[in-house]
């Protein structure tokens, strides 16, 4: 489904990037902005998916730790009679 989509307050040096780019690949300035978000978004949501695995291996080396202290986690913080960590 394709709509349109208006860039107000584009500064002219990015416009000037972007009308140079589509001339180097035979497109129309709206086709190459269209060609340098697609490809902007994608690499952002591959970074995210890479760091998202990165911190699921992280969180399961430590789940893959054995248990050395049998306290319960308030033992181990430990409360005063406010219910503030002491």
Do not use: W
Not at 29 to 43: D, F, K, P, S
């Amino acid at each position: 489904m394709e709509c349109d989509l208006f860039i107000k307050k584009l500064p002219r040096d990015i416009k000037e990037l972007i009308a140079r780019e589509a001339q180097a690949n035979r497109r129309s300035v709206n086709q190459e902005a269209i060609v340098l978000l697609e490809e902007a978004l994608t690499r952002r949501a591959r970074f995210v998916t890479r760091q998202r695995h990165a911190v699921q291996q992280i969180l399961a080396s430590y789940r893959a730790l054995p248990i050395t202290d049998n306290r319960t986690p308030d033992e181990i913080i430990g409360y005063d009679e406010n219910g503030l960590p002491t």
